[in-house]
C-alpha cells in the first residue's frame, strides 16, 4: 500500500520520521521511506493553506496514492478537548473566505458566487466522506474544523467564529488537504493533537512538544494495525 503523509512542518512528523526506513528523496520537499507493508511519501507542505494546496496539488498531479493522510498540531475551540488530546478532523471549512459587510460576514454562498453544495462542498462544509479503515481512528473524537490564514487571538474574532461555524479546532492547513483529496475522490483522513485553547494568546499555555509526541505515537498505531 502507498500512503502520502502530509505535514505542514518537519517539527510535527520528526517523531515518526525516526521510525521508518530511508528510501530516497523524491523532491525537495517529499521522502520516500518504507514502513512494515508500507510505501510511504512523507510530504513537508509548509505552514498555510497556499503552501499546502501548491505543493499537494503539484505532488497528485505527478504521482499516485491509496490514501493520504494529514497530521499536525491544532489549537482547540472545544472546551471538552485537553491540551495534547488527538482528534479526527471529519470536516473543515474555509473560515475567512468572503465578505465583511460593517459588522456582519457574508460567505461566498451569500455573496452568491457558490452554490452551498457546488463540489466538493456539502453545504459550504468539505466533509470527509471517504475515510480510511482504521480501529484507531474509528476511537478518536470527531470534530470539524476551521482552516484560517491568521491564528486567531482577538477575544471578538474569537467568538465571532464560534458563533458563525461552531468549530471544535482550527489549523492552517487542514480545509485545503481536504479540497484536494476530495475532488481527486482520494481516500483519507486528517487527524491534530490539541497544542493550545483558542483565545488571547498565550504561549506559556500551550504545550506543542506534547501534541507532537500523541500525534505521533497515534500515527504509528495506525501504520500497526
Given at each position: 500500500m502507498k500512503i502520502l503523509i502530509v505535514s505542514s512542518t518537519h517539527l510535527e512528523i520528526e517523531p515518526l520520521v525516526r521510525k521508518l526506513k530511508f528510501r530516497k528523496q523524491l523532491t525537495a520537499n517529499l521522502t520516500r521511506y518504507?514502513?512494515?507493508q508500507y510505501i510511504i511519501d512523507i510530504l513537508i507542505?509548509?505552514?498555510?493553506?497556499?503552501?499546502?494546496?501548491?505543493?499537494l496539488g503539484s505532488i497528485?498531479?505527478?504521482?499516485?496514492?491509496?490514501?493520504?493522510?494529514?497530521?499536525g498540531i491544532a489549537g482547540s475551540f472545544n472546551p471538552g478537548l485537553k491540551i495534547g488530546d488527538v482528534v479526527n478532523i471529519t470536516s473543515d471549512r474555509f473560515s475567512e473566505m468572503g465578505a465583511e459587510s460593517g459588522e456582519k460576514f457574508l460567505?461566498?454562498?451569500?455573496l452568491k458566487?457558490?452554490?452551498?453544495?457546488?463540489?466538493?462542498?456539502t453545504d459550504n462544509i468539505l466533509v470527509n466522506n471517504s475515510p480510511i479503515k482504521s480501529l484507531v481512528l474509528g476511537k478518536l473524537p470527531k470534530v470539524c474544523g476551521i482552516t484560517?490564514?491568521?491564528?486567531?487571538?482577538?477575544?471578538e474574532t474569537i467568538e465571532q467564529v464560534k458563533h458563525l461555524?461552531?468549530?471544535?479546532?482550527e489549523?492552517?492547513?487542514?480545509?485545503?488537504?481536504?479540497?484536494?483529496?476530495?475532488?481527486l475522490k482520494m481516500r483519507c483522513f486528517q487527524i491534530r493533537a490539541i497544542s493550545n485553547f483558542v483565545e488571547k494568546r498565550n504561549k506559556e499555555k500551550w504545550n506543542i512538544p506534547l501534541a507532537v509526541a500523541n500525534i505521533n505515537r497515534i500515527l504509528l498505531e495506525i501504520l500497526d494495525e
Open positions: 518504507t514502513y512494515k507542505s509548509g505552514v498555510g493553506m497556499v503552501s499546502m494546496a501548491f505543493n497528485l498531479s505527478r504521482r499516485r496514492y491509496d490514501a493520504a493522510i494529514n497530521m460567505s461566498l454562498i451569500d458566487l457558490i452554490e452551498k453544495d457546488d463540489f466538493p462542498y484560517v490564514n491568521t491564528m486567531l487571538g482577538k477575544t461555524f461552531h468549530p471544535d479546532v489549523s492552517m492547513e487542514g480545509a485545503a488537504f481536504f479540497y484536494a483529496c476530495l475532488c
